[in-house]
């Protein structure tokens, strides 16, 4: 598969976008892994930067009445780290 780092930022846009519409903003990435460890580091921030944009948005809220805002900022605080 050959798909560039900010490839693989693009698609987390577009797949965050469709949890958005049809998942009340639910959403799971999953890192595989990799052997090209910088490519991997630089992918994973790509997707973490779209999440950033989302945790930017206004966001819906959830059954409980509290939106998600507060830990995708959490999240991103701990990972940021590592980018």
């Known amino acids: 598969m050959a798909v560039t780092e900010n490839g693989f930022g ?3 846009s577009m797949l965050l976008d469709v949890a958005e519409r049809h998942a009340g903003g639910k959403i ?3 890192l595989e892994g990799g052997y090209d460890l910088k490519a991997l580091k630089n ?5 973490f930067q779209e999440m950033k944009k989302v945790g930017e948005r206004p966001m819906p ?3 409980g009445g509290e939106t998600i805002q507060p ?3 959490t999240v991103l ?4 780290r590592y980018w």
Do not use: D, T, Y
């Open 10 to 12: 693009a698609m987390a």
């Open 28 to 30: 799971a990435f999953l």
């Open 43 to 47: 992918s994973v921030a790509c997707v």
């Open 61 to 63: 809220v959830n059954a």
């Open 71 to 73: 830990l995708i900022r």
């Open 77 to 80: 605080q701990v990972q940021e």
